[in-house]
């Protein structure tokens, strides 16, 4: 039965699950891709190198200077820092309210797209486990249909359900992957921002007591 098929129609017999399955495994690539660029993109600033800048700058009352320092470079530590500075500019802001409510506001950028990564990777292992049970019931319901048993009979329904189990494994295996390096790295960033603006209160510290 399988000679005179291609690697394509092979993997036809998966059925209506095996469209389903390549539908999400699309988005989500799409999305894991992107996610890899923005991260990339947003730790190209090295931590040490940043917070010794913005803490000199500080020190030295050049608020303006470091202001326009964060607007030009790429990374969540900038937008933390660029609260800081609002604050102490403004006099009336808790410098540590302000840069704790932006890290929140950062996290949920980092954050978002991860959860349908997450979801497709647990969900993908359901959907084939649900073509492996409807190949099995269709292998069944053939051979009540003929009458008797014999490969030929059964061969279909099984191909179907050994083809959504593996499509199932083979979109879910990258999906976690990803996922679990993207909390590793949201946590990276989130630690980052904590750590900058740490440094930031002490540096604002010696120009509120001036």
């Known amino acids: 039965m399988f000679e ?8 036809q017999l998966g059925g209506i699950t095996f469209y389903v399955l390549m539908t999400v495994s699309i988005f989500s690539v799409a999305i894991i891709f992107f996610k890899i660029i923005e991260f990339w993109a947003k730790s190209r600033m090295d931590r040490k190198k940043f917070t010794t800048r913005v ?29 800081g500075i609002t604050a102490i500019t403004l006099r009336n802001t808790n410098i540590t309210d302000a840069m704790d409510r932006e890290i929140m506001i950062e996290t949920v950028k980092l ?5 349908i990564i997450g979801t497709v990777g647990s969900v993908s292992v359901y959907i084939g486990l649900l073509g492996t049970v409807l190949g099995i019931i269709r292998a069944f319901h053939d051979i009540s249909s003929a ?6 009979v059964v061969i279909s329904g099984v191909a179907e359900a050994l083809v959504a ?6 979109v879910a295996i990258p999906a976690v992957v990803a996922y679990n390096f993207f ?12 750590y900058c ?3 930031v209160e002490d540096a604002a510290a010696s120009i509120i007591k001036k």
């Not at 009458?147 to 030929?152: D, L, M, N, P, Q």
């Open 111 to 115: 954050e978002k797209f991860t959860t």
């Open 165 to 170: 189990t593996a499509t199932g494994l083979f």
């Open 147 to 152: 009458g008797s048993g014999g490969i030929s």
């Open 4 to 11: 005179s098929k291609s690697f394509v129609e092979i993997l």
């Open 55 to 83: 803490s000199t700058l500080i020190k030295q009352g050049r608020l303006a200077e470091t202001a326009d320092f964060c607007n030009k470079t790429i990374s969540p530590m900038a937008a933390v820092v660029k609260a």
């Open 183 to 194: 909390v590793k790295t949201i946590d990276k960033f989130v630690v980052n921002m904590e």
């Open 197 to 199: 603006a740490s440094a």
